[in-house]
Nanobody, 113 residues
Framework: QVQLVESGGGLVQPGGSLRLSCAAS????????MAWYRQAPGKQRELVAA???????NYADSVKGRFTISRDNAKNTVDLQMNSLKPEDTAVYYC???????WGQGTQVTVSS
């Protein structure tokens, strides 16, 4: 079983930045797609960004140009750099490995003045 642990959430003002990080256990990390999802209160969980083992990326339209997903296969980590944050980005953010269906515990991001 792969374990995923997120960190880096918090409270930030609109226009600010945060960097989320997800650390994965196990040796299969480097060969797998990784993704970040988010879930706002009363809404369904949605894909934010994904990155292939080779570094190809895709983003939700709502975050394109503001968020950047990256990975370090040597450290088994996947990060999400979030810039120009908006109140509508407020949600719990989850790290996800689709191949094995593993989710992290989530980290809260709140964008508010």
């Amino acid at each position: 079983q792969v374990q995923l642990v997120e960190s880096g959430g918090g409270l930030v003002q609109p226009g600010g930045s945060l960097r989320l990080s997800c650390a994965a256990s196990g040796s299969i990390f480097r060969s797998n797609v990784m993704a970040w999802y988010r879930q706002a209160p009363g809404k369904q969980r949605e894909l934010v960004a994904a990155i292939s083992s080779g570094g190809s990326t895709n983003y939700a339209d709502s975050v394109k140009g503001r968020f950047t997903i990256s990975r370090d296969n040597a450290k088994n980590t996947v990060d999400l750099q979030m810039n120009s944050l908006k109140p509508e980005d407020t949600a719990v953010y989850y790290c996800y490995m689709p191949r094995v269906g593993s989710w992290g515990q989530g980290t809260q991001v709140t964008v508010s003045s």
